[in-house]
């Protein structure tokens, strides 16, 4: 049962560099998540999609852009990395927006130099 | 100030102790506060999960929601080493969809 699926696990970039960091589920959920957990900061969304074709800002969104691909797949790219983008990155899906239960992927970790 | 506030630990106790986490928080709108459970270097998996005040019991696990104060508890009865772990508490408002505030986390530990 693979759950969340989340490539790569671990990516080193220079300032500058972009790159997509990629989420499939193979819950069938309709809805996904992309947050960044920081130390002292706890999770923090930085974009959400409902459903499939739909994609909203969460509270920390710049500097991010996100695709939805398809009900499986939502992605994440940083376009111009920065240092302070430098954490750990993780997605996650539920069945709907009044769950509360948001099923997570293992995490990628994500350096800027 | 943030939203949510939780103390980050580390927590440390025995085998067998009975372990209360909490959380306070700001926001009055907040009807809908889970537990999630995180081990090191993977992603968090819920817990508990309650509706506006009151007690909820799930085996050794106990989640109690103070409205009125704007605090939350999640007590482990009978600690076990497995219980190892960052506990995050989580909350989000009506009509909020999924869009949780979340806790830093504490991080305790069950020795033997």
């Known amino acids: 049962n693979a759950g969340v699926t989340q490539t790569p696990k671990f990516q080193v970039l220079k300032t500058g560099q972009s790159m997509t960091l990629q989420c499939a589920q193979d819950m069938n959920h309709n809805s996904m998540y992309w947050y960044r957990q920081d130390p002292g900061m706890g999770l923090r969304l930085i974009y959400y999609s409902a459903s499939e074709g739909t994609t909203d800002k969460g509270e920390v969104p710049n500097g991010y852009n996100v695709s939805r691909l398809n009900k499986r797949e939502f992605s994440l790219r940083l376009e111009s990395a920065a240092p302070s983008q430098t954490s750990v990155y993780f997605c996650?899906?539920?069945?709907?927006?009044?769950?509360?239960?948001?099923?997570f992927g293992e995490g990628s970790r994500l350096t800027v130099l | 100030q943030k939203e949510v506030e939780q103390d980050p630990g580390p927590l440390s106790v025995p085998e067998g102790a009975i372990v209360s986490l909490n959380c306070t928080y700001s926001?009055?709108?907040?009807?809908?506060f889970m537990w999630y459970r995180q081990y090191s270097r993977k992603g968090p998996e819920l817990l508990m999960y309650?509706?506006?005040?009151g007690n909820k019991e799930d085996g050794r696990f106990t989640a109690q929601v103070d409205k009125s104060s704007k605090y939350i508890s999640l007590f482990i009865r009978d600690s076990q080493p497995s219980d190892s772990a960052t506990y995050l508490c989580?909350?989000?408002?009506?009509?909020?969809?999924?869009?949780?505030?979340f806790g830093t986390g504490t991080q305790l530990k069950v020795e033997l």
């Open positions: 926001n009055s709108a907040f009807q809908y």
């Open positions: 309650t509706y506006s005040s």
């Open positions: 996650a899906s539920s069945e709907g927006l009044l769950t509360g239960e948001l099923f």
């Open positions: 989580a909350m989000s408002a009506k009509g909020g969809g999924n869009k949780l505030t």
